[in-house]
């Protein structure tokens, strides 16, 4: 069947919330903690231990307070449930503040301090009166162990369905309005104290619309870039590239298929492109091929996607489905942690944990009572 992960369904405040994933994975979270705080060093380059993360993270915790209150006792009420300290959490939820090359500047200054890479994978298809998408999260290995279905009800009532590592907000899914967010990280150059990063993509999941989410996704203070990769069920495929200062918006809507990895793809936002390989471009070309010619051939949407979500193309280096290099240090081992299709139209979710070539995804159905 494949690696298990943890399932829960939950309604309530945003506190309640973070408190039922807490108690259910409370395991699960302080196993990944404590990998962090045993690594923090080699995953910062030597710049950080934990413990110095910890106190800055607060310039984060401040920055998220403002523009994201509830997102912040949803962590809260993860601390509450796991009994991990809240502290540690946020260092976590501002991981990718914090594997930076480079510190971040004070809000309002400039600063130059590209990532370190992942290899996240993000694709959607509209076929056939379809509309499918997908996504490979690639991070460190221990997540791979340590995932969560969540599927929360909030204040509002509006449900999200998606999966994560334990200790994190949930970033990855769609909702009861039928509207899918797949973001992937990009390599921003002008990263800040800001929003982090895991709490803008969270807020983006209960948005009623595509113009909602999108406005949620570009908060004027946010810490750094990201790829918000937007679809619903009107055949809109959104695609919005960020860096802490600047974004692009890219429509996609008509053209029946939208892929993205790790590097930006607009013009507009090539001044502040960070990254330094070629493999995110080989992998985005992977994709559109592929997805093209199962469209062509008549594929199955989700047929589709699984299969291009489990390719191999063309080399391990740059294959969408990711597998760790065991020769490497715990810090320098990456991998696809987990795979997710969202049918939009359906309300229906497929979820596995590690390498989707390897595990099987679990169907969740957003309709069951």
Not at 144 to 164: C, Y
Not at 205 to 220: H, I
């Amino acid at each position: 069947m494949g690696i298990p992960f943890v399932h829960v369904r939950a309604r309530g405040s945003h506190r309640e919330l973070g408190r039922a994933v807490g108690e259910a994975a409370r395991d699960q979270v302080r196993a990944s903690v404590d990998f962090f705080r045993d690594n923090f060093p080699a995953m910062t380059g030597g710049r950080l231990t934990f413990a110095e993360a910890e106190l800055q993270a607060v310039a984060y915790e401040a920055q998220a307070r403002c523009w994201l209150p509830e997102l912040v006792e949803e962590v809260e009420g993860l601390a509450e449930g796991s009994g991990v300290p809240f502290s540690r959490l946020l260092v976590l939820n501002c991981g990718e503040e914090f594997t930076s090359d480079e510190p971040a500047a004070p809000l309002g200054q400039d600063a130059r301090s590209p990532r370190s890479g992942d290899h996240c994978t993000a694709v959607a298809v509209v076929a056939g009166g379809r509309h499918i998408v997908g996504h490979n999260m690639d991070w460190y290995t221990i997540d791979a162990v340590n995932n969560v279905f969540f599927d929360l009800t909030g204040p509002d009532g509006t449900r999200i369905m998606g999966l994560a590592g334990a200790p994190y907000l949930l970033m990855l899914g769609m909702n009861s309005h039928g509207v899918g967010n797949v973001s992937n990280s990009v390599h921003s150059t002008d990263n800040r104290v800001g929003v982090p990063n895991t709490f803008v993509r969270r807020s983006t999941l209960a948005a009623p619309t595509l113009e909602e989410a999108r406005e949620l996704g570009l908060p004027a203070a946010r810490a750094r870039g990201t790829n918000q990769f937007f679809a619903d069920t009107r055949g809109r495929l959104w695609d919005i590239e960020s860096s802490a200062t600047a974004s692009a918006f890219m429509d996609h809507t008509g053209a029946g298929l939208m892929a993205h990895s790790n590097h930006y793809v607009s013009p507009e936002m090539q001044p502040y492109e960070g990254y330094g390989g070629g493999e995110s471009e080989v992998r985005i070309a992977t994709a559109e091929r592929l997805l093209a010619e199962g469209i062509a051939a008549g594929d199955d949407p989700v047929d589709l996607v699984a299969q291009v979500l489990r390719t191999h193309e063309p080399s391990p280096e740059a294959s969408i489905c990711g597998h760790p290099d065991q020769s490497a240090a715990p810090a320098d081992q990456g991998m696809t942690v987990g795979s997710l299709i969202c049918d939009l139209d359906e309300r229906r979710v497929y979820a596995c944990a590690g390498p989707p070539c390897e595990n099987e995804y679990q169907v969740f159905e957003m309709g069951d009572a």
